[in-house]
């Protein structure tokens, strides 16, 4: 009876994820974001209800629930296009771009030179009006100007700057775009998302069979909303850096260090935050990670380096800058007590320290809990508007268990679905508050003595 309504959950979760893809979307002007909050929140209990239930199941049901429900809600994510996010936009073109011998770094999608390269899905040609005027029609698409001074009208975000993405990603979507063509909309991507994402759950449940984790836990990556909806039905690249980032742990904590070191710098050619990997496994991986990993990642951008020279470095300085993270007011609860640029030395320092207890304290046999730690506390200290960086946090939640640290991705989607500063900082405070609490109770008596290092509690019982 368990597994059957277990399995009725499921089903209910791919239906209503499929039905919110259909249904609701942020390009729409008129759209509810009440409506839309709720719908996630209804997916989010759901989630919760199953792996609840999945607790009091043994045996090769577990597997067989874990890849199902995997498989069916993701499937379910691919009906509709992206919702939330138009990056996998820009992800088709730099594909398409590249498959016609153009590095994506060297021209702006709004190139005049690319004109013969666009296919109309991604820059539909410009309508007439009533009054004469072109204009753009669709939801998702945008007004932008090429440098010829031309209308254009495109689907793409930021089209007069040159990509952001690390050479990894544009290998992977040179790679799509290599198979499917320029005239397949959004689903190569999406289909991409679903192998990427149940081969994350097959090699959870592998890995956590051979090191005696309870595999049960799987399903808080393979069930989770946020897979759905941010690695499938979005595409975010993100899912390419999880695959690899869990792949580096189980080679590094079997002491596999050389090619962890190598999946490391792939991971961190993908989108860079994966670098938050690896200060707990570097007592472990020590130089030979960090060697293998630079020259991994190097040899990833030496062919975009010869061809574009310094402009690989893309848009990288001016997004940092746009989404607020130079001057410190993307800092949600930072900025509440160190206002402006103080912020950024702020969360420096508390990142610095957090990093610091993770290199001492993590077991280097089970490197998951810091690494958890490590993700999880950036996350929380920068708050990023975007809930997709929290899909490198989930396998970590698999890992060690740790449920609580779901907060984290619940609050960044609310801070992108409702974009209030006040409900941002009660969110992320509330996470806070939360893992803190549970995080004590797992820990036992004299928890905070252990998180020290032992010559600063000597030192205090000196005295």
Known sequence: MRITIIAALLVLSAALTAFSVLT?????????????????????????????LLRRVRGKAVVALILAGSALIGGAAMVGPPNTSTDSARYAWDGIVQTNGISPYAFTPADARLDSLRPDWLFPAPQTNAAGKEVCDGERIVRARTTDGDLLC?????????????????????????LTGPGPEYWPLQLAGLVLSLGTSVMLLIGMRRRGLDQRNAALWAWCPLVATEAITN????????????????LVSSKKVWRGGIMLGIAIGTKLIPVLAAPALLKRGGWRMVVASVLSFALLYLPYVLATGIGVLG??????????????????????????????????????????LVIIKTDQNRPWVGQLVMIGATLLVLSPRYPWYALLLLPFVALSGRWEWLLVPMALTLRLLLPNPLVTQVSIAVAVIVIVAVSLRRAGPGALKRMLPARLTTVHGAR
């Open 154 to 178: 495109s689907a793409l975000n930021r089209t007069a700057v040159p990509t952001i993405y690390p050479p990894a990603s544009e290998i992977f979507f040179a790679g799509v775009r290599f």
């Open 315 to 356: 848009y990288l300085p001016g997004y940092l800058t746009e989404e607020g993270y130079q001057d410190g007011s993307r800092f949600a609860l930072v900025s509440l007590v160190a206002p402006g640029a103080s912020a950024v030395i702020v969360a420096g320092v508390i990142l610095a320290i957090v990093a610091g």
């Open 235 to 250: 595409s975010h690249v993100d899912m390419l850096g999880v695959i690899f980032v869990v792949a580096v742990v189980f």
């Open 24 to 52: 609701f979307d942020l390009f729409n002007p008129d759209r509810d974001e009440v409506q839309l909050v709720l719908v996630t929140s209804a997916l989010w209990l759901l989630f919760g209800l199953a792996f609840w």
